[in-house]
């Protein structure tokens, strides 16, 4: 059974440019949720998708926007970035929605440094 | 809105010593908790999961945790420690229904020789 992977591991970019991070989903899992880990900080909700619509969404602004693919992969596409968004961003997939037995598996993550 | 406080931002202890990390949460009806590990420059790990039943819950690597719903508390417990212990250790709890994953900040582990 394959995890979760994520690309690219790390990644440098500089203030206003936009970057897109990729996730794998687990094998057998419909749903991924991205989260965003800034130094020091535990994981904050960014937003879900399941069945390639969006299902969720924290306190993060517009040019945070995600897809999910029929085969359950998924991309984290961030515009106009700003120092802030430095951070760890993790992907998590699990099972089927808002099911008592939805535990989150996550991946290693894509460390983005904005310069 | 679901809250998760985790008491201790760093704890150090003594190798094959015990060692509690302590987790707090605010007031739900129903709610689903957990504990992740991280370790230096990885992803999260799930040590253990509360979703109902008996309120002691055994993890991988010799951990537990105990739901007490009174005191809204999910502390993390291991009788003895290892070197390979070391890392960073996150609560996180979600509601019924579908609702996203909320995390404490932390609380790193230091396990000294």
């Known amino acids: 059974e394959t995890g979760v992977t994520q690309s690219p591991t790390h990644l440098i970019k500089t203030r206003g440019q936009q970057v897109t991070l990729r996730c794998s989903s687990q094998?057998?899992?419909?749903?991924v949720s991205w989260y965003q880990q800034a130094l020091g900080q535990g994981p904050q909700f960014i937003f879900q998708y399941y069945r390639e619509e969006e299902n969720g969404r924290g306190n993060f602004p517009p040019r945070f926007s995600g897809l999910q693919f029929p085969n359950y992969s998924s991309e984290l596409n961030v515009n106009a970035l700003e120092l802030d968004d430095s951070a760890l961003y993790l992907c998590a997939s699990s099972a089927g929605l808002a099911g008592v037995q939805e535990t989150q598996y996550f991946g290693p993550g894509t460390r983005l440094l904005v310069l | 809105a679901q809250s998760v406080t985790q008491l201790d931002s760093q704890v150090p202890v003594f190798e094959e010593a015990p060692v509690e990390l302590r987790c707090n949460y605010s007031s739900s009806v129903s709610v689903y908790l957990f504990w992740y590990v991280q370790y230096p420059n990885q992803g999260l790990q799930l040590l253990l999961k509360?979703?109902?039943?008996?309120?002691l819950v055994k993890g991988i690597n010799g951990f537990e945790a105990e739901f007490n719903k009174s005191q809204t508390s999910f502390h993390l417990r291991k009788p003895s420690v290892h070197i390979s212990d070391t890392a960073e250790y996150f609560c996180?709890?979600?509601?019924?229904?579908?609702?996203?994953?909320?995390f404490g900040k932390g609380t790193r582990l230091s396990v000294i020789a």
């Open positions: 996180a709890v979600r509601n019924s229904g579908n609702t996203p994953l909320v």
């Open positions: 094998s057998g899992h419909n749903t």
């Open positions: 509360y979703l109902s039943g008996s309120t």
